[in-house]
Nanobody, 116 residues
Framework: QVQLVESGGGLVQAGGSLRLSCAAS????????MAWYRQAPGKQRELVAH???????AYAGSVKGRFTISTDNADNTVYLQMNSLKPEDTAVYYC??????????WGQGTQVTVSS
């Protein structure tokens, strides 16, 4: 059974940086897209960034210019480099893989807390 394992969350001061990683524990074929979502307390889960199999990227407006998504396709790993963090970036961050256009895999979530 495939699992997505996230790491890299933690507590950081405003202005600091964190790098999240998400790796698949098993084989996933035909990945179309890898993405990071986040969910803050009392809010809906939102898309932070995604990268397609062709290398195209897109970001939420609130993180554009501060976050960078990248992949290591050979290892089915996706990263999220987060710079200039703000308290409003505090949330649980989830990675998501979409395979064969219809199969969704989710990580368990990793907490990111940014103190002011």
């Amino acid at each position: 059974q495939v699992q997505l394992v996230e790491s890299g969350g933690g507590l950081v001061q405003a202005g600091g940086s964190l790098r999240l990683s998400c790796a698949a524990s098993g084989s996933i074929f035909s990945i179309n897209r890898m993405a990071w979502y986040r969910q803050a307390p009392g809010k809906q889960r939102e898309l932070v960034a995604h990268i397609t199999s062709g290398g195209s990227t897109a970001y939420a407006g609130s993180v554009k210019g501060r976050f960078t998504i990248s992949t290591d396709n050979a290892d089915n790993t996706v990263y999220l480099q987060m710079n200039s963090l703000k308290p409003e970036d505090t949330a649980v961050y989830y990675c998501n893989f979409v395979a064969l256009g219809i199969i969704n895999y989710w990580g368990q979530g990793t907490q990111v807390t940014v103190s002011s």
